[in-house]
Every structure is written in structure tokens, then in C-alpha cells.
């Protein structure tokens, strides 16, 4: 069987995800292609790198959630992208470490969102950083191009329990 032949079933199965990829990708301004390197991600990301597909469609800042992955200048290096998780927006309060004997909490400003890494141990985020201004994010991440062709879907999850001031 001829290696053609051989990636047939291959071709079909990411051949709808690839046309829609494609399109976006089609207009420049539609989105960009940033590698993602490092452990910050872990397990939501390989730390060896994905090429991830950046949502750049007009609006796509109020198609925002809390859970999306993100594109974003990082404040401290101008020169440098990084990808983290949107934790919360504007007029939401987070806990900065909640493993601490002394939580922090941070109340996020107008026009400012809080991203964190999924591997809490291992991510420069917001906690070093603290909230991001919206101008510095560059779009929503939307797809793994390579090396695991798939979608990234929002991650947010609910869990039970709540916060005391105890």
C-alpha cells in the first residue's frame, strides 16, 4: 500500500476541520499560527510545542469566557507571546494563591482580564504578573493545528463549595 494511500482515512477525518482552519486562515486578519512552547500548560498543551490556530475574527474580544485559552503580549518582555487560560474578568475577585496559609485576593479592574497557567506549579501568569490589560491580548485560541490536529473548547468548570472571609 502506497504511503498515499496509507494517510486516505487520515485526510478524511481531519479533512472538514482543515477546510474551516483554511478559511481562517485565509484572511490575515482572521488569525495568526503561534507556537506554544514550555510546561506552563501542562496537560492542555505539549510542552515540547503546538502549533495553535489564534481567533482574530472581528468581535472575538466579546466572545471571550472565562475558561478560553488566550494569546497575549506578556507585560514584562513586549517581544514575547505566551498562551494561559482566562481566569476571570473584570469586577471578579480571585484568590492569588490558594494553597497559601494567607490567601490574597485581587479584585480585576475595568479593561483588565486575570490568566493563569493549567499547571499552577509551573506557569508565569497573573499571579507574578497581575491583571493583564485587554490590549495586550491578541486573540482566542481556537485550534491545535499540530501536532494533534483538534479543537480547543473552552475549559471551565464549576466546582462545588464556596469562599469565607474565615
Known amino acids: 500500500m502506497s504511503r498515499f494511500a496509507q494517510l486516505g482515512p487520515k485526510i478524511r477525518q481531519y479533512g472538514a476541520n482543515s477546510a474551516r482552519m483554511f478559511v481562517y486562515c485565509a484572511i490575515p486578519s482572521a488569525c495568526f499560527i503561534h507556537t506554544s512552547l514550555g510546561p506552563s500548560m501542562l496537560p492542555t498543551l505539549n510542552m515540547a ?14 466572545r471571550l469566557r ?16 505566551a498562551v494561559k487560560r482566562l481566569l476571570a474578568e473584570a469586577g471578579d475577585t ?39 490589560p485587554l490590549g495586550l491580548l491578541h486573540g482566542r485560541v481556537t485550534w491545535c493545528v ?21
Open 49 to 62: 510545542g503546538d502549533m495553535l490556530m489564534i481567533e482574530r475574527l472581528p468581535g472575538w474580544r466579546k
Open 94 to 132: 480571585v484568590c492569588v494563591d490558594p494553597k497559601s496559609k494567607h490567601p490574597s485576593f485581587v479584585l480585576v479592574p475595568k479593561g483588565h482580564v486575570w490568566l493563569q497557567g493549567d499547571n499552577f506549579n509551573n506557569s508565569t501568569d497573573s499571579r507574578v504578573y497581575g491583571p493583564i
Open 146 to 166: 499540530w501536532p494533534s490536529p483538534r479543537r480547543i473548547k473552552n475549559g471551565a468548570e464549576i466546582l462545588p463549595g464556596h469562599f469565607t472571609d474565615a
Open 66 to 81: 472565562v475558561g478560553d485559552l488566550v494569546a497575549f503580549t506578556t507585560p514584562y518582555d513586549p517581544g514575547r507571546r
